[in-house]
C-alpha cells in the first residue's frame, strides 16, 4: 500500500487483515475507545445511518400513496399516516444535531454510533408494526397486508444493510408479521427467507467492513510514526533526506540541506545532485565526487560517502542512498539521507592533533617527535646529511612548582616553549616530552659550530627572568647534543646518546651544553652505581661531618666552623663531594643529608665556647620546603644551641623562584634569632636586589675572586674592595673563601674583609680536632708565600727539530707559561723550538735554562691546559650547588 512520506508516495508493508467477530460487527467496534475519536471512517458509517430514517419515510410514502390510489375512501388513514411521518421528521432532525453534537464536542464515533443504531431499530419496528397494524385492522384486505409488508421489509432492508441491529430488527419484525397477518404461505416463506439472508449479508458485509477499517487504521498509524520519526530527524539537525527522480534531479530536500546553502528548499528542486558538490581540483574531492557519480549512475546503493558542498569550503557530508523501483521494475530515482559531517571532522582533527601535540604548550610530543626523528634519519640515509638531536631539560623547575605551585610551573613552560621554538626557527622542530624534558630534531645539520651557538643561544633566552602572576622566576637550561650518521644511526640510539650528553651537561654545572662523546656510556653507569652506593652510605652511616676553621682577619681568632659533609667508601675510598652531591640532588636524597649534617653540626657544637658560630650550608630545595623553620627550630631546642650560633649559608639559588613564601621564610628564620649568610657571591645570577630584600648578616665572596688576587695581572682585588664597600654600607660581614697564600691573605687584610676562610688556616677536619681548636685563642697561617700556576703532572710526549734532526721529548709539571722537558739533545738557552705535543697542537717556546738531559721552557703565548685532558668544570650554577664542599674543592688532589 502506498502512502505519501517527505513529499513522495511511501510503500508500506501491507498487513495481515484483522478479522472482526460478529459482536464487533453488531457494535461496529473498530478501534479501542481512546483511539476511535478522530476516525474517519467511522464518521462516514454514522453519516450513512442519519440517512435510514429517510428510507423509512420514503416508504411510508410509498404505501400512503398506494392507499390512496386503490383506497378513495381511505383519505382519514392517510391522515393518520401523516402524523407519524412528522414525528420521523422531529426524530432525524434530532439526530442531525446529536451529529454535529458529536463532530463538535469530539464525542466517541463508537458510542453515536451505537445510539444511531439503536434510534434505527425502534424506528424501524415502530413503523412496520403501525403500518401493518392500520392496514389488516382499518382496511381489513390482506393482500394490502401483504404489499405493506413487503414494501416496509424491502425499505427496511435497505436501511438495513449498513446496519445488523436494524437488520435483526426486520428479520424478527418480518417473521412476526409474516405468521400474524399472512394468509400466503408462499410470500410467508419468501419474506422470511429473505430477512434472513439480508441479516446474514449485512453481518458478513460488516465484519468486513470493520476489518478493512482496522487495516487501514493501522497503516495509517504505521505511516503517522514514520512521518513523525522523519520529522524528528529532521528537527534534531543530525541529518536530513534527500530525493532525486530518474534524470538525477532533486525531487525532494530537507529544510537542513537547504539551509546549508542559504536558500529555500523550493530553489533547490530541479537541480542536479552532483552539481551542488566542490568541484575543485583537489585528488580527494574530485575521487569523492566521482564515487557518488558511479553510484548515481550505476543505479547501486551506496552508504558513507564522504562529499564536500560547493558553496562551503571546511563542510563534509556522509551521503547514503538507495535506488527506487515501481512494480514493473522502471527506476523512479535515488532516496536517501545525508549528515553534516563537519563537527566530527573537526573532532577528528582535534583529537588527532591532541594525539599528536603536547595539550599544555600545543608544541609536538613524544610521539610525534618519535616520528619526526625517524623521518629525519631517513632523509638523512637518503641525502647522505647526518641529523642532529637536542635533549634539553629545564634547571631548577622543580623548585618552581614546589614553591609557587603547578598553575605557576604551567604557565612557565608555555613561555618556554615560545622561546624555544623562537630560537630554533627554521633550524628544527621542538617539541616536549613530558615534564620539564623537551627535544629538538635538526635535519641535515651537523655543524658543530652552528650546533654548539644554537645551544647557547638557547641557554641564554630560556635562562632570562620571567613575569608569572605577580613572581619573578628565574631558571635555567642544560642541553645534550648527539649527532646520527646519514645511513647508520638509529632514532633509540640518537636518543640514548643525547640522553647521555644531557646528563654530562648537567654534571658539569648545569646551564651547559654538551657533545656527546663515547666515553659517556661508561660514565653514566658509573654515576648510577655512585648513586646506588650513596643511598646505602645514608643507611650504613657511612658519611660524616668535617669542620673547616673561619678566622678574623685581623686578629687571626677563631669565630668559627663551616661543618662541611665527607663520605669514605669501603671500596672506592674518599669519594669527593664534586662528585656525590650533585647525584644526592638528583636522587632526591638532599634533603635528607642536611637535615643529618644540621643536626650533626649543632651537637658538636654544644661542646665549643659560646662565641664560636657553626656555619651549616642549607640547599634551596631545603630553603624552599614550609617546613624548614620547624626543622631547624626543633635541633636548636633539643641540641641545646642559642640561635645566634647558628649560621645558615644559602645561594643565590632560593631567589631564582621569586615569591612570598620565599620572604616568608627569610623573616621566619630571622625571628628564629639565626645568622643568615650569601654564599658564593658573585658567581651565577648574583643580583644587588637580593642583598636589598634579604635580611642577610654576612657575605660569602667566592674562592674564584680570592686565589690569585695578590697577582698584578688579574683584576679580583678591585672587585673584592667594591663588594667590602657594599657590605660595610649595608651593615654586613664579609668572609673570604678560599685563601691559600700570605700574599692573598694580606692583600685580604688590606681591602678590609672581615673574616677568612682557607686552607692557610686549616683543612676541613674531623670533630675531634675542630673541638680543640675552637678552645684555643687564635690560629696562625700556614701557607704558601705566593700563588703558583696550576701543573699538569702527567708526562706528556712531544716531538721538535734541533739543529734539523728530529727529537722526541717528555714534557713535565706543565702549565700555562711552561713546562719541564727531557731531552737527550742538549740545547742552549734562548733557542727556540716548535715542540708537537702528541694529541694537542704545536706550541713554540723559548729555551730559559738547561741541564744534563733537560731544560725550561717557556711558551710565547699561554697554553689552555684544558687542551691535555678534559677535565669537567667547575660547577656554577648557584641554584643546585650545595656547599657543604665548596671550600674543599682540592680535597680530592
Not at 649568610?677 to 657575605?699: E, R
Request: charged fraction near 25%; aromatic fraction near 8%.
Amino acid at each position: 500500500m502506498r502512502r505519501t512520506l517527505f513529499g513522495k508516495s511511501l510503500e508500506v508493508e501491507r498487513l495481515a487483515p484483522p478479522r472482526a467477530s460478529i459482536r464487533d460487527a453488531l457494535l461496529f467496534d473498530v478501534v479501542d475507545q481512546q483511539e476511535s475519536a478522530d476516525l474517519t471512517l467511522a464518521e462516514r458509517r454514522v453519516d450513512s445511518w442519519t440517512f435510514a430514517p429517510w428510507l423509512l419515510l420514503a416508504g411510508h410514502l410509498i404505501i400512503a400513496a398506494t392507499l390512496l390510489v386503490q383506497r378513495p375512501g381511505a383519505s382519514q388513514i392517510t391522515i393518520a399516516w401523516l402524523l407519524p411521518m412528522g414525528a420521523t421528521l422531529v426524530l432525524d432532525a434530532a439526530a442531525g444535531f446529536v451529529l454535529l453534537g458529536w463532530r463538535r464536542l469530539q464525542t466517541a464515533p463508537h458510542t453515536i454510533g451505537r445510539l444511531m443504531c439503536g434510534y434505527l431499530a425502534v424506528m424501524g419496528a415502530l413503523w412496520t408494526m403501525s403500518s401493518v397494524g392500520t392496514a389488516s385492522f382499518s382496511l381489513k384486505d390482506p393482500g394490502f397486508v401483504t404489499l405493506a409488508m413487503t414494501a416496509g421489509f424491502f425499505v427496511r432492508s435497505i436501511a438495513a444493510v449498513t446496519a445488523p441491529p436494524l437488520a435483526i430488527i426486520n428479520a424478527v419484525v418480518a417473521v412476526a408479521a409474516t405468521l400474524l397477518f399472512s394468509t400466503d404461505p408462499a410470500i410467508t416463506f419468501a419474506i422470511d427467507a429473505l430477512a434472513i439472508v439480508m441479516f446474514a449479508y449485512s453481518v458478513a458485509n460488516t465484519r468486513e467492513s470493520v476489518a478493512r477499517g482496522r487495516r487501514r487504521l493501522a497503516v495509517e498509524w504505521q505511516a503517522q510514526k514514520a512521518l513523525n520519526f522523519v520529522d524528528e530527524f529532521e528537527n534534531s539537525g543530525r541529518g536530513w533526506f534527500w530525493e532525486t527522480d530518474s534524470l538525477g534531479t532533486l525531487s525532494y530536500v530537507s529544510r537542513q540541506l537547504a539551509d546549508d546553502f542559504q536558500c529555500q528548499p523550493e530553489a533547490l528542486l530541479g537541480r542536479k545532485f552532483t552539481d551542488l558538490l566542490s568541484v575543485d581540483q583537489a585528488s580527494e574531492a574530485l575521487e569523492e565526487r566521482k564515487t557518488l557519480g558511479f553510484h548515481l549512475s550505476a543505479r547501486f546503493p551506496f552508504s558513507d560517502v564522504v562529499v564536500r558542498p560547493a558553496s562551503e569550503e571546511d563542510v563534509h557530508w556522509s551521503l547514503s542512498g538507495n535506488p527506487i523501483f515501481d512494480e514493473r521494475g522502471r527506476f523512479l530515482g535515488f532516496r536517501g539521507i545525508g549528515t553534516d559531517l563537519t563537527e566530527q571532522r573537526k573532532s577528528e582533527r582535534e583529537i588527532s592533533r591532541l594525539a599528536r601535540s603536547d595539550s599544555l604548550t600545543g608544541l609536538p610530543n613524544r610521539a610525534m617527535m618519535r616520528q619526526t626523528l625517524d623521518e629525519a634519519l631517513r632523509n638523512a640515509a637518503h641525502r647522505q646529511k647526518g641529523c642532529a638531536l637536542f635533549m634539553i631539560d629545564l634547571d631548577r623547575f622543580k623548585n618552581v612548582n614546589d614553591t609557587l605551585g603547578h598553575p605557576v610551573g604551567d604557565a612557565l613552560l608555555r613561555q618556554v616553549s615560545e622561546r624555544l621554538k623562537s630560537v630554533m626557527g627554521n633550524h628544527g622542530q621542538v617539541g616536549r616530552l613530558g615534564g620539564d624534558e623537551f627535544q629538538a630534531v635538526l635535519p641535515g645539520t651537523v655543524d658543530i659550530g652552528l650546533l654548539e651557538s644554537l645551544a647557547r643561544t638557547l641557554i641564554e633566552q630560556v635562562s632570562r627572568p620571567y613575569q608569572i602572576e605577580g613572581h619573578k622566576v628565574t631558571i635555567g637550561a642544560s642541553v645534550g647534543i648527539a649527532i646520527g650518521d646519514p645511513g647508520r644511526a638509529s632514532a633509540d640510539a640518537l636518543v640514548r646518546n643525547a640522553d647521555l650528553a644531557l646528563y654530562a651537561a648537567k654534571a658539569a654545572g648545569r646551564g651547559k651544553h654538551c657533545l656527546y662523546q663515547p666515553s659517556m656510556h661508561s660514565e653514566a653507569a658509573e654515576r648510577q652505581l655512585l648513586e646506588n652506593d650513596l643511598r646505602q652510605a645514608v643507611e650504613r652511616g657511612e658519611l660524616s661531618v668535617h669542620y673547616q676553621p673561619v678566622v678574623h682577619a685581623a686578629g687571626e681568632e677563631i669565630s668559627g666552623f663551616e661543618a662541611l659533609v665527607r663520605w669514605h667508601h669501603p671500596s672506592r675510598g674518599s669519594v669527593s663531594p664534586t662528585k656525590f652531591i650533585p647525584v644526592a640532588e638528583e636522587a632526591g636524597l638532599i634533603g635528607r643529608i642536611g637535615e643529618w649534617v644540621l643536626r650533626t653540626a649543632l651537637e658538636e657544637a654544644a661542646h665549643w665556647p659560646e662565641s664560636v658560630r657553626v656555619a651549616v650550608n642549607l640547599s634551596p630545595l631545603q630553603f624552599n620546603d614550609p617546613g624548614v623553620v620547624i626543622m631547624v627550630s626543633n635541633h636548636l631546642n633539643e641540641t641545646g644551641v642559642a640561635p645566634e650560633r647558628l649560621e645558615l649559608e644559602i645561594t643565590e639559588g632560593v631567589f631564582l623562584a621569586e615569591g612570598d613564601s620565599t620572604d616568608e621564610t627569610f623573616a621566619r628564620l630571622k625571628k628564629l634569632g639565626v645568622r643568615l649568610a650569601l654564599d658564593d657571591f658573585g658567581t651565577g645570577y648574583s643580583s644587588l636586589g637580593y642583598l636589598k630584600k634579604a635580611p642577610f648578616d654576612k657575605i660569602k665572596i667566592d674562592q674564584s675572586f680570592v686565589r690569585g688576587a695578590a697577582l698584578s695581572a688579574n683584576r679580583n682585588g678591585a672587585i673584592i674592595r667594591a663588594i667590602v664597600t657594599l657590605a660595610e654600607t649595608l651593615g654586613m660581614d664579609t668572609c673570604a673563601e678560599g685563601v691559600e697564600t700570605h700574599d692573598d691573605l694580606q692583600l685580604i687584610r688590606e681591602l678590609g674583609v672581615s673574616m677568612v676562610q682557607g686552607y692557610i688556616f686549616g683543612k676541613p677536619s674531623e670533630s675531634s680536632v675542630a673541638r680543640e681548636l675552637a678552645n684555643n685563642v687564635t690560629v696562625a697561617a700556614d701557607g704558601f708565600a705566593c700563588s703558583r700556576e696550576p701543573r699538569h703532572r702527567l708526562m706528556r710526549r712531544a716531538v721538535t727539530f734541533i739543529d734539523g734532526a728530529r727529537v722526541e721529548l717528555k714534557l713535565r709539571n706543565i702549565s700555562s707559561m711552561g713546562a719541564l722537558v727531557e731531552c737527550d739533545v742538549p740545547v742552549s738557552p734562548g733557542s727556540e723550538l716548535a715542540i708537537d705535543i702528541v694529541g694537542v697542537a704545536p706550541v713554540r717556546g723559548i729555551v730559559r735554562w738547561a741541564q744534563a738531559g733537560k731544560f725550561g721552557v717557556q711558551f710565547e703565548h699561554q697554553f689552555d691546559l684544558g687542551r691535555l685532558t678534559p677535565k669537567k668544570e667547575r660547577r656554577n650554577d648557584v641554584t643546585m650547588l650545595t656547599p657543604w664542599y665548596v671550600q674543599d674543592r682540592r680535597q680530592a688532589s
